[in-house]
């Protein structure tokens, strides 16, 4: 979820039709929320990666290479 967040910002909206409908079992979009993986602009509805997040994208990146 990270990674496709990451590729550019999605609205809140999007997110959560793309989640709820493909992953209806999964809590994912909850944990990254409680996790401070991502961040919600309220104005702009924009949902983007937090710096926390991109962190562990980047970690996670490095130990495949």
């Known amino acids: 979820m990270l ?3 990451s590729s550019h910002p999605k609205t809140y909206a999007e997110v959560l039709e793309v989640w ?3 992953y209806p079992r999964l809590s994912i979009w909850e944990d ?3 996790g401070g ?3 919600y602009d309220a104005g702009s509805r924009a949902v983007t990666v937090s710096a926390k997040g991109k962190k562990l994208l980047h970690e996670a ?5």
Request: proline residues 0%; glycine residues 0%.
């Open 20 to 22: 709820r409908t493909s």
């Open 37 to 39: 993986l991502v961040e």
């Open 3 to 5: 990674e496709w967040i």
């Open 32 to 34: 990254a929320c409680i």
């Open 61 to 65: 990146t490095a130990r495949i290479d």
